[in-house]
């Protein structure tokens, strides 16, 4: 069952697609789908808005260079700003899943 991307979830998950190295947009997309499979639908309306913003908050840095296939496309790479983003905010998302699913977990007495 595919569903919308949660807020902030897209972010974590750029960031995280990026600590394998440079990546233009599609690449980062399908290395999303790869791992998340039909559980995260990320469509280009929310990814290349997502990747403008996390430039300009200094997290990515981009480059042009030449796709596997040859063609110009916009790669970026995690600066160290948005490494040290990024740990903390796997950190901070760790903590709320293990308090979330304890809560679910949780059984009437």
Known sequence: MA???YTGTLDVLILKALTW???HGYAINRWITDRAG???NVNEGALYPALHRLEARGLLSEEW???ERNRE???YTLTPKG???LRR?????NTYARVVTEALATTRA
């Open 3 to 5: 569903s919308d991307i």
């Open 83 to 85: 490494r040290a983003h």
């Open 65 to 67: 260079g030449r796709t």
């Open 89 to 93: 905010e796997v950190t901070r998302w």
């Open 73 to 75: 496309a916009k790669f």
């Open 38 to 40: 039909e559980a995260v």
């Open 21 to 23: 190295g440079p990546m």
